[in-house]
């Protein structure tokens, strides 16, 4: 079974500042990693994902995140906060095998505000 | 391409009524999963389906039902609604069968019960 766990409901920066969105998460099974981004009244739109391969993951919008299965982590950061990426943010497990089948485990979901 | 259709967008209905929500994925993905969004219970899985079948099931009450096309659209099904039934309903599709394959979200229907 795998499990995830956002730490910190809410985080605030100021615009310009680093943005530190942390995810651990708990698989027994070599796990795909994912984190989506969900604007009010929206659905979730996918930032980036880690499969196999390099640990640092680029995503779109300057966002990046690391793999490290020593540490069960996959943080969320990006250099320079912008306005815009104001919005709720879900990191999310996936195993593999039928029981994994279409099914994404979500962290309960951070909420990111940044203030001018 | 178009993204993820689902429709209504918005719907109320009162306890006891049964409700059919509706997906269309992208063109040319087979894979649709739908989620339940609430405030306290966050996004939580209801069910696969990929090729008219269902592959993976979560945690719900048997009143959640799915069911896909040929097309692959998907549709799922709430009877005798409860007040906690209140929620963000979201699909999403996906090319393939892997669980690697990234899952493309719709905008969600809206589902309040009164």
């Known amino acids: 079974a795998q499990s995830v766990t956002q730490l910190g409901s809410h985080v605030s920066v100021s615009e310009g500042a680093l943005v530190l969105l942390r995810c651990n998460y708990s698989?027994?099974?070599?796990?795909?990693l994912f984190w989506y981004v969900q604007y009010p009244n929206q659905g979730l739109q996918l930032l980036l994902k880690y499969t196999t391969g390099a640990t640092l993951v680029k995503g779109i919008n300057g966002f990046e995140a690391e793999f490290k299965k020593s540490e069960t982590s996959f943080h969320l950061t990006k250099p320079s906060a912008h306005m815009s990426d104001a919005a709720e943010y879900f990191c999310?497990?996936?195993?593999?095998?039928?029981?994994?089948?279409?099914?994404?485990?979500f962290g309960q979901g951070t909420i990111l505000t940044v203030h001018p | 391409k178009a993204g993820v259709t689902q429709t209504p967008r918005y719907l109320i209905k009162t306890r006891g009524q049964q409700v059919t929500l509706s997906c269309s994925p992208i063109s040319g993905h087979r894979s649709v999963s739908w989620y339940q969004q609430t405030p306290g219970q966050g996004l939580q899985f209801l069910f696969e389906y990929f090729s008219e079948t269902q592959r993976n099931k979560g945690n719900f009450p048997g009143r959640f039902s799915g069911r896909q096309f040929s097309n692959s659209r998907s549709e799922m099904n709430v009877s005798t609604l409860e007040l906690g039934d209140s929620a963000l309903y979201l699909c999403?599709?996906?090319?393939?069968?892997?669980?690697?394959?990234?899952?493309?979200f719709g905008p969600g229907t809206r589902l309040l019960v009164l």
């Open positions: 698989s027994s099974v070599p796990p795909y």
């Open positions: 999310a497990v996936s195993g593999t095998g039928g029981t994994s089948y279409g099914k994404l485990t």
């Open positions: 999403a599709s996906s090319t393939v069968a892997g669980t690697q394959e990234t899952q493309y």
